[in-house]
Every structure is written in structure tokens, then in C-alpha cells.
């Protein structure tokens, strides 16, 4: 188990690696020069240079991209363009409302998309069956950005009932305001990703209870919740596990729309700000943390998987 | 774990989840709602808080006095604010200025030293920015006494200059005046300080106790929400998550008349550059041409729904060196565009560049549906907004349309623009910068008598009509929804929000 760790996280340092250079020549491959963003349309060629050098631009993609890896490997992600704020302090302000969401959006995911795969995999002609599979079909054809603009003309704008614009409260500060400016983006989130989710569980149980060992526990005399509990479920957890992180990284990574829909001052709307800034060490932090993220979890999951699954430590 | 049973309670349990989340904490100042006598504003724009650097408009006479302020946005009279008094030499060759005794934000009296610092910031081509043209002309400054600097001018210089000057000139306690300091924080006399600032989040203004206007400002707090998209600041409006919007886009004015207040601030224009400097446009007629051929009222009407007004040089109709009859004598016709078309003897195509903004696409397509009338091809090509003022300003668009500031007092200001620089640096015209461009825009910054002020406004707007690369459009006003109990926004001639009158009433 721990040489399967140590080669996770030899790879983990190489792909974070390769993502950098990957980052830093797409954003640099971007037209569109910072200097001209920060000062606007009227400053002349001098005033354009001077901030390009006091930004370091005028260096070479190449020494600038080594000078902020030398900085990066001593904790220093740089500096914004436009706030003059360090990007390790941009990023502790934004990920802890990503995360929040994310986490959020995934509870609301797992609520709907277990009960939902269960009914449809083992009642699906019920009256509910039919119901979750109408809502698995509608979950995977709305697009999430445009739930979040129906939720908010309905429910904020029509009946005023919650905030149209989300805002950033700390769980443990206050947890009214914090369900209440997140309850929306995590709505839209969780449709259509418990849609995805549901449609796993469903599947993989449906196919687990047609198994030998099922029909065996049922022979045995076990209630049928007890089969289903502790024979298919756990069973069917395992794909499922690995669905629900790809879902998160994309959460955490992925829910650019979303916050700027509802103008969620998460990740996403910080690198789809700093992308129009051109904003570079913000966007390369940004980036360089979702893809540290999606790492993480992706290792997290698999050390489940090795862990679910001991035939895995083998491989 | 297995998973729980749906039961009909449980059904009943998550319809009943919206209205108890709408309930949790509804009250709290942290959220929604107004707290105390404050208001909350949203905006999509990006702010700087240097005065020298910024091109936001929505804060700099919150943090900031300047030495003047003029009397409307459309009335250029100039009346004290930092500047108490000020008196012109006879021989217009400098200006000695008394300033009004007042304190900034951290307590330090406003001293004439400060103002000199300003100066000498302003004078610094590379510090300066929004300053460095119009002060231009300071030789230097000098601090008399304590509140008393005289400005020494490089050459006799009309008052209009000096005032646009005097209002464009932010007080800054000279300790401060760098713009490392000031890009984080903003350190003036006005009637806000900054309580706190998160970015693309929130500016949270608190009000300024020992504030020189008494009386003002009327509110405690403003609070800036900042979005990114258009739609979510109206959503926000009409949810009621904010007071009002600044600088909201024009298309949104129907939807929002009858249950907030508009008011529309004077704005911007648009003009249709051509680039003089490479072909099918280094040649004038074909220029001329295409200028007969915008159609103002239609794009006042399709594009700007109605608001604005036309206007045919680079110069607002608030400005002296607005001349409407340029409207009727060179307005929309296609006859005589066709006419001067065909006398061109020019390639019946260009390309038309364009970012992002939505209006300035639609412009160039009304504009292109007439060229085709005549037979003019007129391509467009889309790009990034970024990538598309790299592109205007590197001089590699044949045309396109772009937004001028209000040259306000001084018809000289025209020059500041990059597309209307009177030397090589233009990035329309380049090497190709007409002479009498370039003497109309001198005898506009330093005619000093009224007749001989008209007489070069005049030669000014003759040029620019006869070279025609930059052709007047319509006015881009700002607009503005408040809710109705909010009054007393307006703005300044600069189009930049004036916070001191602003009341929240019932």
C-alpha cells in the first residue's frame, strides 16, 4: 500500500509539473496584453511599456516562466496585476467559498442520486421509478448555467424568497446565511450531476443484483433490505466512487458558470475574471490549484478504490 | 449506508426547505437588504483606486476632492471644491490657487506641498497616465504658503485648459502619492473612506466625518457589489439584493423603467475610425464615402434603444466645439456616399474589426447593411475584446468602432485618445497625421480670446470632417437604475458618479 502511495505521489509531482508549462504557454498563447487591460484604451505607448516592465513582461515566456517557478517552489504563486494581492492570499480568500459550494453541491448530488439510482434500478416501474427516470432524463439535457437562471427568476426575483446574487458565508460563522447563499448554486450544480450519478448506482445495481452471490443471499434467507444493504450497495459503491470524484474536481474546477451566474465569489468566477484581466500569475495559480485538486481527489479515490478493492494494491 | 426511504414526509420535508432558508438570517446586514442609512450599488466595471491610473468612475469622488468641480455635467462653469479660490495672471503665463482648508482621510491637513507633489507626479510621463496630457502645460509649481501654490504654464494658456485641468486634479497627501500606495489604498479628502475592499467582490464605502462640505455626504455607507455579468446585476436589482446599478447596458432601460429610476449620465461617444494609414482607406474619398454613409438615428434607435444624441466630429454636444450643423450639411445619404464611392476609384472592400462589445457589433452591421446598398463589401471579424484593442491599437484594423471620451471644456482634449494623437503615435493615421490636424489641435490648446477660441474650434472640426478618419456616431449615455427611494446620483461632465447628494429616503 505505501509503495502504491509513494508512486501516486511521484506521478502527482510530474503531472502538477507538466501542468505548469501546459498553463503557462496557453495563457501566454492568449492575445491580449495585461498592460493594455489595466490602463484602458487611452494610455499611450510609454505608459503601456513602463507597466509591462513593472510587471516583468518584458521578459522572454521562457525566464519569466522559470523566475515564477523558482518563486512558486518557495510557497510564492506572485502577485496580482490588478489587486497588487499575493496569489496564495487571492486563492485562500476564494478556495474555502469553492470548497463550500462543492461540498454543497455534492451532499444535494449523493441525496438525490442514491435514492433515485436505487428506486430506478430496483422499482422501475413504480410510480416514483418512472418519475426519477423522468427526472435523470431532464437532469442530463438542462444545461447547469441555465438552471441557475430559471431557479433565480423564480425563486429570487418572482417570490423574492432568496438572494439572486450568492455570497460567501462561512458555514461555522453562520449557517442560515450560508445555506441560504449557496443553496441555489448547489441546486443547479446537483441537478444535473445527480442525473450522471443516479444513472451510475441505477446501472451498477441493477446489473450487481442479477449476480450469483445475490441469488445465494437471497437462497440463505436474508431479508431483501439486508441483501440490498450489504451485498449490492457496497458492491455498486465501488464505480460510484469514482464518479463522485471526478464530480467534485469538476465542482471545485468546473463551476465557472455557475458562479458567475450567481455571481458566487468562488474559484471559478476568480480565473473567468483573471482570464479577461489577463490577469497570468492568477490564472496559473488558479489553474495549478484545480489541477492539484483534481490530483488529490483522483488519489483519494483510487486509495479508497486499493482500499474497497485489495485486488487494486496489486496492480 | 443504505439509503433512506422516500416517504411522503420526506417529499413534504424538502418543499417546505426554500421557504425556511428564505427565513434563515433574512435580516442580517450581511446579506440582503439595506443596513441603516446605507445603500448597496452593483457594477460590472473593474476598479483601480489610484486617480492617476484609474479608468473606473464610480469611486474617484468618494475617496477624492479635486481643486474644481464644474456645475453640471453639461455646464462647464466652474465652481471651489479643494480649491477655494484661484486667480489667473494677466499675462495667462501662470495661476495661483488658494486651497479651501481642509483635512484628508488619515487627519493631515491639505497643504500646498501636497498640490506640488501632485504636480510633479502629473509631470511624470510614466506616473501619471490620466494626467500626463492635460497637464501638459505646467512648467511648475511652486507652494506660496501654506495653502497658496502658484502653477507656472510653459506658454500663455487659455482658462478652459486650466480649469479641465484644476477638475481632473485629485488632492493626495503627498506622502502618499506613489502608485504602489495607492493602488491598495486610497488616501484623499472626499466624502468616503475605504472601510473595506474585497476584490471582484465588494468596496464597502464608510462616510467621511471631517468631510469640508458640511452636511454631506447624506449616507453612512455604500456598499459596491461587483459582478461580471450584466444579467446577474439586473437580477440583483430586481431581486432586491441591491439598491441600485451603475453603468448599467442601455437595452436594459425598458425593462427597468416602471418599477425603478433611471437617470442616464452623459457618457462616452462612439466614433467609426478608419485607418488612414494603409489601404482601401489611405485614400480620402473612399473615407468620405463611408462617412455619408452611417446612419445615426437608426443606431440611436436600434442600438442605443433610443438614448443618446448624434453627433458627426469627435466632440459631445455639451462641448464648445460642438458644430450641429456638421449633422445636416454631411449627414446620412447614400446618394452622396455612392457618388464620392465612385469617385474614389478605392477597392470595394475592407474589414471591419470588432471585440466584444455587443452595440459596437451592431454598429458596424447597420453600417455594413448600407455599404452593401452601394456596394461597398464591408467584412467583419470578430475577436476577443483584449485581442481586438491589441489589433486597433498596433494599427491593424482597416476600421472600426470605438468609444471617445467627452472632450469637455477644452476642444484641445480631443488629442488624447490614441486614435486621435496629433503626431505619429495616432494608430489610425501613423505617419500620415494631416498638418492641419496638428495646428488646428495647437490653436485650439492655446487661443485664449473667445473669438479666437471659435475660430479654431471651427478649423478643428473643418480638418476632421475633411480628413474624415474619425467619424462622429452618437453619444453613448450611462445609464443608471436605482430604486425609487434612492435620489440625488448624478454625474460629472467625466461621466464619473458624484456620491455627496445621494439620499435614502422612507
Known sequence: MYAYLVRRLLQFAVVLLLGSIAVWAFVFALPGDPATVLLGPD?????????????????????????????????????????????????????????????????????????????????????????????????????AFWLGLLLIIVLAVQSRLLPATSDYVPFWEDAGQALRHTILPAIALAVPSSAVLARFVATSLGEIMTRDYIRTARAKGLPERSVIRGHALRNAALPTVTVVGMQLGGFVGGAVAIEAVFNYPGLGRLLYTAIGERDYVVVQGGVLFVVAAFLCLNLIVDVLYAYLDPRIRLL | ??????????????????????????????????????????????????????????????????????????????????????????????????????????????????????????????????????????????????????????????????????????????????????????????????????????????????????????????????????????????????????????????RLRDRFSLVEGGGRMDLFFMNGARPPFDNKKLRQAVARAIDRERIIKQVRFGMGEPVYTAFMPSSPAFDRSYLDSHGFDLDAAAALLRASGAPLTATAGIGTEPAARDIIQIIQADLKKIGFDLRIQPREQTAFLDALFAGELDCAVAAQPNNLQSPSLISRGRQMLPNDDNVMMRGVVPDAYVAAVKAARTAIEPEEQKAAYAALNKVLVDEAWAIGIATRPSLFALDKRVTGLRTDPRDSVVLTDIRLSG
Not at chain 1, 97 to 109: D, P
Not at chain 2, 119 to 141: C, G, H, M, N, Y
Not at chain 2, 181 to 188: D, N, W
Open chain 1, 43 to 143: 494610455a499611450s505607448d510609454a505608459e503601456l511599456a513602463a507597466t509591462r516592465a513593472r510587471l516583468g513582461l518584458d521578459e522572454s515566456v521562457a525566464g519569466q516562466y522559470l523566475t515564477w517557478l523558482g518563486h512558486a517552489l518557495s510557497g510564492d504563486l506572485g502577485t496580482s496585476f490588478h489587486s497588487d494581492q499575493s496569489v496564495v492570499d487571492v486563492l485562500r480568500e476564494r478556495v474555502p467559498a469553492t470548497a463550500q459550494l462543492a461540498v454543497m453541491g455534492m451532499v444535494l448530488t449523493l441525496a438525490i442520486a442514491v435514492p433515485a439510482g436505487v428506486v430506478v434500478a430496483l422499482r422501475p416501474r413504480s410510480v416514483l421509478g418512472r418519475a426519477f427516470q423522468a427526472y435523470l432524463t431532464g437532469g442530463l439535457a438542462i444545461p
Open chain 2, 1 to 254: 449506508m443504505p439509503p433512506t426511504p422516500l416517504t411522503r414526509r420526506s417529499l413534504l420535508t424538502a418543499a417546505g426547505l426554500v421557504p425556511l432558508l428564505s427565513a434563515c438570517g433574512g435580516g442580517s446586514s450581511g446579506s440582503t437588504g439595506r443596513s441603516g442609512n446605507g445603500i448597496k450599488l452593483a457594477t460590472t466595471q473593474i476598479m483601480q483606486f489610484d486617480p492617476y491610473l484609474t479608468n473606473s468612475a464610480l469611486h474617484v469622488h468618494a475617496f477624492y476632492t479635486y481643486l474644481i468641480d464644474y456645475a453640471a455635467d453639461d455646464d462647464y462653469t466652474p465652481v471651489p471644491a479643494g480649491a477655494e479660490k484661484w486667480e489667473f495672471a494677466s499675462d495667462h503665463r501662470s495661476v495661483t490657487i488658494t486651497l479651501r482648508q481642509a483635512a484628508f482621510h488619515s487627519g493631515t491637513p491639505v497643504t500646498a506641498k501636497d498640490v506640488v507633489a501632485g504636480v510633479e507626479r502629473a509631470l511624470d510621463k510614466e506616473a501619471a497616465f490620466t494626467l500626463a496630457q492635460p497637464s501638459a502645460f505646467i512648467k511648475s509649481a511652486t507652494p506660496v504658503d501654506e495653502r497658496t501654490v502658484r502653477l507656472d504654464f510653459t506658454e500663455p494658456t487659455p482658462e478652459g485648459l486650466v480649469h479641465y485641468w484644476m477638475f481632473a486634479f485629485p488632492l493626495v497627501p503627498a506622502a502618499s502619492n506613489d502608485p504602489k500606495q495607492l493602488e491598495t489604498k486610497p488616501a484623499g479628502s472626499g466624502p468616503y473612506r475605504m472601510a473595506s475592499f474585497s476584490k471582484d467582490r465588494s468596496l464597502v464605502l464608510e462616510r467621511n466625518p471631517g468631510y469640508w462640505e458640511r452636511g454631506k455626504p447624506h449616507l453612512d455607507r455604500i456598499e459596491v457589489r461587483f459582478f461580471n455579468d450584466e444579467d446577474s446585476v439586473v437580477a440583483a436589482l430586481e431581486s432586491g439584493d441591491v439598491d441600485g446599478v451603475a453603468y448599467t447596458e442601455l437595452r436594459n432601460a425598458d
